[in-house]
């Protein structure tokens, strides 16, 4: 059966003694949903800036780590977040552990980039990513086209070998995946192409898992038969 689809790793409201936090919704250690319990609060200030530290404990593998945030001096000045000690791995979640070393590279550095507000360098990342697992998943399929699959386009390899999951896409999905960036420009609207794209990425890991489940249950048929 196929998993059930993780939840995604979002920034989400904390609160803590009469202050709102934002930390992230899973645990840095064991990847899971968490509301995590208070150990400390630390807090550094100048001027300008107030930096407000965290030290939090995970319910469940119990690990503690820090989640670091800011605000202007102002009193009324909200949040923002800044960074979790230790950084978010994808190590534990399996649909990820599935994919290339390459994949894995790319698609961490990209949620990082979007976790810390650089939201082109994601948007762009997540694209590269999507690329790098169409990729790998047409060269499981197909090992005889690897060279053909290397040198062609994202939007190529789409439409040559997966003709049937293309028609799945939105309209806006495919606008985005067609042009190259030079055509996109940044509106009102871009970040829910990010939102397109990362749902791309998932349906792809849960499509190459099934893709690996069912290739390990044809060659258990295959020691049987033999
Ligand atoms: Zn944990």
Redesign the pocket.
Known sequence: MMQKKENKLTKTKYHYDNREYIILNK?P??N?D?HPTVENTYRFENKSFHIHVLSLT?P??R?DYFVVNKCEALSNAQNQYLFTIPEYTFRNESLIQNTSKKFQNLYTQSVHAELHGNHDIAFFGYIKSLEVLVKDIVIIEHPDSEDTVLFSSLIHCLEKFHSTNIHLFSKKLLEVLKNDYLHYQKGPEFSSYTELVKDCIDYFLLYLELLQKTFSLNEKRKEKEA
């Open positions: 645990c250690h064991c899971l968490i995970c469940s593998c690990n």
